[in-house]
């Protein structure tokens, strides 16, 4: 299974969600993790030094070779990015079958594989749709403020795209609202509107707004493995399940 994180509005938990699932699905199954986002963040977020890496995601995309790239951490496989990747988006410029690199460089590898994960920058431009050329499926983490149904639409029409023009079968796994917080009368007025709108698609599991996930990312690791209790952890587990339950995997 091939699962790409992805939404073009930043700072809505793509990358802690792409972080934490990876870990949580590890544990019992082969889990490669890739970042395709030139922030490099999920990167950082296991606590990976880019400075210290001969191969990217930047050397995949131009060169091919994703082996190359794959660093074990914390018993995950993981195609780390820097800061480089921003300039292939130039160097691909009017390349011919661009937005195939990634779903070429992937079939290779796949077998080895149950679940693939790619963390996607907050835009819909060549690398997103890289993730999602490569993919199988979509989860489309959803913040809990205002504003957060802006772009759905577009992302939602975007897979329409995908499958369209450049015959796929991308489906829509579905939506996981982030960053909630029940005191505030935003947050519940946003997951009214999206459970209005988007009832079937949304997951059940609400990932709470909570202060672990900002500590562990600064201590290099996902949640889930920093503290295990945290509400948000606990959210993770539950999102897990859900996910393979909709993937009908045990």
Do not use: W
């Not at 009214?192 to 997951?203: A, W």
């Amino acid at each position: 299974m091939i699962i790409s994180i992805a939404n073009q509005k930043g700072g809505c938990g793509k990358t802690t969600t792409a972080a934490n699932l990876g870990a949580l699905l590890s544990e019992k199954h082969k889990v490669l993790l890739v970042d395709i986002d030139p922030q490099g963040n999920l990167t950082t977020h296991f606590g990976i030094n880019k400075a210290d890496q001969k191969h990217t995601i930047y050397d995949v995309m131009l060169n091919g070779r994703i082996e190359e790239a794959i660093v074990r951490k914390d018993g995950i496989d993981i195609v780390p990015s820097t800061i480089d990747l921003a300039g292939a988006e130039v160097e691909l410029t009017g390349k011919i079958g661009r937005e195939y690199i990634l779903d070429g460089e992937l079939k290779r590898i796949v077998k080895r594989y149950d679940y693939i994960i790619i963390d996607t920058p907050p835009s819909l431009g060549v690398f997103t749709i890289n993730a999602l050329v490569a993919s199988d499926y979509i989860l489309i983490p959803v913040q809990a403020e205002f504003f957060a149904l802006e772009g759905l639409t577009q992302l939602l029409r975007v897979i329409d795209l995908v499958n369209s023009r450049l015959a796929k079968n991308l489906k829509l796994l579905g939506m996981v609202m982030t960053m909630f917080n029940s005191r505030t009368r935003s947050s519940n007025e946003v997951l009214e509107d999206v459970r209005k709108y988007y009832s079937k698609q949304l997951f059940r599991t609400i990932i709470p707004r909570n202060v672990t996930v900002t500590d562990s990312t600064m201590a290099g690791s996902p949640a889930v493995k920093y503290r295990r209790n945290a509400p948000a952890s606990k959210a993770y587990a539950e999102l897990a399940k859900e996910v393979k339950r909709r993937l009908r995997v045990k």
